[in-house]
């Protein structure tokens, strides 16, 4: 079974409105943690977010936001007023106990930011 | 501080051919991984260690091995490799302090195998 889902391949937005990334996972663990990271063309994987389950607000950087809704086993990100540099690849990725607390990560979603 | 390093940034193998994929990090992290990343996919951990000496599987640890006999570097081996395993190959680390373990990332290593 897929640990990480993130059923939106590739989504287009229009400059400046916000956009939802969807994340749902399956842990049967108490403890574990989620991470957005972005991708851009140029390869290099950048932290954005990241979300404890023990953690009862949800998560926010600057412009990202975490829609964490733990009964629903979702972590959705929240990029509030869109901008062309958003454009790139982004993966939800989950640390639990097994495997060292390294991180098992979603397919991903192709953001594009129209102008 | 440089963070996470990898060498080579680029390499082309024929199938068959063995080659070590270097990583180093300068963060005094406990946790270092591997993972790959094929196209249009997310990345897949091949391989990870939680200290020195100390390595363990991750989901495709096949045609790979590491060691880590530094804190510093944790360098993959494709024993023989394969066209399977084209790919571009990604070295993380992380502390055990904090609540997140965050990981730090390497710029990659993009390796083909022909």
């Known amino acids: 079974a897929q640990k990480i889902t993130q059923t939106q391949p590739g989504m287009f937005v229009q400059e400046k409105e916000a956009v939802t990334l969807d994340c749902t996972y399956d842990?049967?663990?108490?403890?574990?943690?989620l991470f957005w990271y972005k991708q851009p063309s140029s390869g290099e994987m950048i932290f954005l977010i990241y979300q404890g389950s023990y953690d009862e607000q949800n998560a926010t950087e600057g412009r990202y936001s975490l829609n964490f809704q733990k009964a629903r086993k979702s972590a959705n990100l929240v990029i509030s007023a869109s901008q062309l540099g958003d454009s790139a690849m982004y993966f939800c990725a989950m640390r639990e106990a097994a495997y060292g607390y390294q991180l098992i990560w979603g397919a991903g979603t192709k953001l594009i930011i129209k102008p | 501080n440089a963070g996470v390093t990898q060498t080579p940034k680029f390499q082309v193998l024929k199938t068959g051919q063995s080659m070590t994929l270097q990583c180093a990090q300068d963060?005094?992290?406990?946790?270092m991984s591997w993972y790959r990343q094929d196209p249009g996919m997310g990345l897949r951990l091949i391989h990870y260690?939680?200290?020195?000496?100390?390595?363990d599987q991750g989901e495709v640890p096949n045609g790979y091995n590491v060691s880590r006999s530094t804190t510093e570097d944790f360098p993959l081996r494709l024993l023989s490799a394969a066209p399977s395993q084209t790919s571009v190959y990604f070295c993380a680390s992380s502390s055990r302090d904090g609540a997140s373990y965050e990981q730090y990332f390497g710029p990659g290593t993009r390796l083909t195998v022909t």
């Open positions: 260690s939680v200290g020195a000496g100390i390595t």
């Open positions: 842990t049967s663990d108490q403890s574990y943690g």
């Open positions: 963060m005094n992290h406990e946790y």
